[in-house]
């Protein structure tokens, strides 16, 4: 199964776009594990349980665990994953960015040790600092393209006028990704919420590439207007909500809370789909 | 002591503009060794033993470890570098590229975790994904520029037209660097050995900056023509090999060939500056 069979399938089993993102903080986890790294696994298994019916994808975020020395938490996890929602595909937020053998190392990390169905990256280096990670077939790689920080600007929205149709830069990551880089239908692409427009853009210029959406929730963005301009039948959306989520209680009832938040979420952008 | 104080003292001290890269495969490891991950810190602290007195600075490439689960012994192998080498300033090559709050963890990882007196980043996210690490005063950050792999052309080449004078990607990165981006001095940045043309070019861009050069030693890349574009009296280059000095004997003598290589690249790097 590729990784893009199992998004398809995910998003049909749960009915859902929302992606989980796992940015386990210790220093705001409801009062009983507060500020105790030893209990990042505890706290991200009971997000996992509480919305395993309702994610289309969960994203745990490396630096979070890297962080605590908490790697071994994270392995647990990820076999916790696997176990509670084996329907649910992994996508490791780790947008690492190094060539040759070094990238065939981080790629044995996400894959390997970890088991990730996919992983986040840099485009910065080129081709050959992806391809590594597409000799795991079956799996799948998202490349930074525009992403809505204050900073984004600073490269990605640069014209290229050494680039046929002087593209912007983020619009030209998007046709390699689609185009020559996607030597087997593994790529997508991670492109910010903030700005529905851009979504649009990089949907005309990546019509079937899978697009990773962070931005909805917590850090604002707007979810009729993200699924209008990235969803289409052949285009799907992942649409991630972290700590909108992770934090909607700081109470021991923090799951329950989770899942409430989630359903709401799933369902806005359900909802977007049928607006 | 600033980073760049560090660098200045350890180039002195040792007279070296010698990097010596610690990217520990073992399956290179010689015989005794071999194929055992479990001995990666006695691998690596043979080598930081036999070069602590030749090096300006000490780089572990992160994936190696993470490849094989030796967070532990990284850990484990900066304190050993610490003790060993206190005059050494330590690059935690880790190329990462993520923003606030991530950001924030992934600096706590390099620096309060591991230790480390720099860190290597991508600067594709923009100025916020490299501000979290300027918080650590004294310590230093390394924005990849211009990297000599065959996809190093695919974007930092482009030319934009949207920035005044149209530099290429790699020149306006330089150019952030050793201006707006360089609030207290930390930055430097990683270019490629293969094209001296474009150190040349970098270094006038970013006339202060100390760069950090791979591609010496197994990577090819000329030493003369290295220093000659990047070294000035104000501009320090740090010229790192990794292969070459690592595996420069596949027997139990590794350490002995390791230093040897080392005193013959230190010695060509300097003999290059007096030519």
């Not at 994203?59 to 696997?82: G, S, T």
């Not at 149709?165 to 492109?191: D, I, K």
């Not at 009729?224 to 039948?233: D, E, F």
């Amino acid at each position: 199964m590729t990784f893009l069979d199992m998004l398809r399938q995910a998003e049909q089993t749960n009915g859902s776009m929302l992606c989980v993102g796992l940015d386990p903080d210790p220093a705001r986890f409801p009062a009983s594990l507060k500020g105790d790294a030893g209990r990042i696994f505890d706290f991200c298994a009971r997000i996992v349980d509480a919305t395993a019916d309702l994610a289309m994808a969960f994203k745990p975020q490396i630096a979070y665990f890297a962080a605590h020395r908490a790697e071994e938490q994270l392995e647990k996890l990820m076999r916790h994953m696997r176990s509670a929602a084996p329907h649910v595909p992994v996508i490791l937020d780790a947008k690492r960015g190094d060539i040759g053998s070094t990238a065939e190392q981080y790629a044995i990390e996400a894959f390997e040790r970890y088991g990730a169905d996919a992983v986040t990256l840099s485009p910065f280096m080129g081709f050959d600092s992806v391809a590594p990670y597409l000799q795991y077939h079956g799996k799948g790689a998202f490349l930074l393209c525009r992403t809505s920080n204050p900073g984004g600007d600073d490269l990605q929205n640069q014209r290229l006028s050494s680039v046929p149709g002087e593209p912007l830069l983020y619009e030209h990551v998007a046709r390699l990704a689609q185009g020559p880089w996607n030597l087997n239908g593994q790529l997508g692409l991670v492109v910010g919420a903030t700005y529905p427009a851009e979504i649009e853009r990089v949907r005309a210029l990546a019509p079937t590439l899978p697009l990773l959406i962070p931005g909805v929730g917590a850090q604002g963005g707007d979810a009729l207007a993200t699924v209008k301009a990235g969803w289409r039948p052949e285009g799907q959306i992942i649409v991630n909500s972290s700590r909108a989520i992770l934090y909607a209680s700081a109470g021991d009832d923090f799951a329950d809370a989770a899942r409430r938040e989630a359903i709401k979420t799933r369902d806005t952008l359900r909802a977007a789909r049928a607006a």
